[in-house]
């Protein structure tokens, strides 16, 4: 089955700079590629996703990054401010059946 | 429109006790999914269903979970009988089919 590896596990930047968190997936016939936001006490968020056809899509100040060869893809927030802290989630599937990434733990100091 | 519902919120309960956790999906959505949060399994997927029926359960850890959809607008996992493995938060998701998850607040299960 799928298996997905996030890194790193946690991430702390100051506010303003950039963070990136990686995901690599095991199963190439995967074609969604969500991230979800995870806050204290609360459920998981979807903030962007990608599907295998696109190489890169962004959002304001949040892009992902796909590499069907190397099975990989990225998470990017630029100009991170306070209330970007909390735990990130990759994903990986066909649509329906996901799994997820460990997760990162994203600290921004102010 | 009103997100996914869940209850309880919060249950603790005695070890061989039963447990049922509620689910309403958003409305129109013909996809609903059971995960399961733990510190040492991150999310897991316990089963999910479409237009009301279980599509794949594989993820259901044994016979004493079970999950219902008698409807479009309710669902329910059971555990009979609960075990101290089993406390995590369990969520409940639902899609409209494009892949994207709307997520519930989540029930915390605390078995003693």
Known sequence: ???VE???STLSVQEGDSAVIKCTYSDSASNYFPWYKQELGKGPQLIIDIRSNVGEK???RIAVTLNKTAKHFSLHITETQPEDSAVYFC???DGNKLVFGAGTILRVKS | DAGVIQSPRHEVTEMGQEVTLRCKPISGHDYL?????TMMRGLELLIYFNNNVPIDDSGMP???FSA???NASFSTLKIQPSEPRDSAVYFCASSSGTGRLFFGEGSRLTVL
């Open chain 2, 68 to 70: 219902k959809m008698p």
């Open chain 2, 62 to 64: 044994e016979d004493r």
């Open chain 1, 58 to 60: 962004k959002d304001q």
């Open chain 1, 6 to 8: 996030q890194h790193p």
């Open chain 2, 33 to 37: 999914f059971w995960y399961r949060q």
């Open chain 1, 1 to 3: 089955g799928e298996n």
């Open chain 1, 91 to 93: 994903a990986s599937g």
